[in-house]
């Protein structure tokens, strides 16, 4: 008669992290024996424990704008006036447009190997018979599998105008004339963070 004695905890947990939460897993203690087998015997036992991590985070962003921006001081008029004297001082013209993207960040604990072989394992063979044949094998393996991915796509159609033209003084006698115009300032800034992967 064959006697193994085999006492194991736990034959297989998987791990999974998604964003930076885990669910954990831990195999327990494994104790094989093979013991007080007959003469000519055959045993054999074979113990196999796998942890699995597996890690996939995504980020997709988009951002879209369309923006109409001016500013104008212009279009003023002094004309006809008779006897004294014109002046036409405009300020100046700015417009500008700001557009800020952050970047998207993924981080990732991934635990250790250790984490998920944490109990001991123990393989005993004694007390079988002449010529019996006795084996015992405990394979522990550990796979992890790492994705993070970012992708940002940022469009932006603006119209930015400054004017502090287009101010006319016509038909004025008798006095002076003076038209004077401010600068006319126009910007357009468009900044995007760079993405983050965080292990």
Do not use: W
């Not at 079988?128 to 006795?134: H, M, P």
């Not at 159609?157 to 004017?163: E, G, I």
């Amino acid at each position: 008669m064959k006697k193994l004695f085999y006492k194991f905890g736990a034959g297989a947990a998987t791990a999974a992290l998604i964003g930076s939460t885990f669910a954990g897993a831990a195999f327990a203690n494994v104790d094989v024996t093979i013991k007080n087998n007959g003469n000519g015997s055959s045993n054999r036992v074979k113990v196999s424990q796998n942890c699995k991590v597996g890690v996939s985070q995504t980020n997709l962003t988009f951002v879209g704008v369309l923006a109409n921006v001016s500013a104008d001081t212009g279009d003023n008029n002094a004309n006809g006036n008779t006897g004294g004297d014109v002046t036409i001082d405009t300020g100046k013209a700015t417009s500008s447009l700001n557009v800020d993207v952050g970047g998207s960040i993924n981080t990732a604990e991934v635990p250790g190997c250790c984490e998920c072989f944490s109990g001991n394992s123990t393989a005993t063979i004694k007390g079988n018979g002449n010529n019996s044949s006795n084996r015992i094998r405990i394979k522990k393996s550990v796979r992890k599998h790492v994705r993070q991915t970012n992708v940002t796509i940022v469009g932006v159609a603006a119209s930015v105008n400054s004017d502090t033209g287009d101010n006319t003084a016509n038909g004025n006698t008798g006095g002076n004339i003076d038209v004077t115009t401010g600068n006319a300032n126009s910007s357009v800034d468009v900044t995007v963070g760079s993405s983050e992967n965080n292990l």
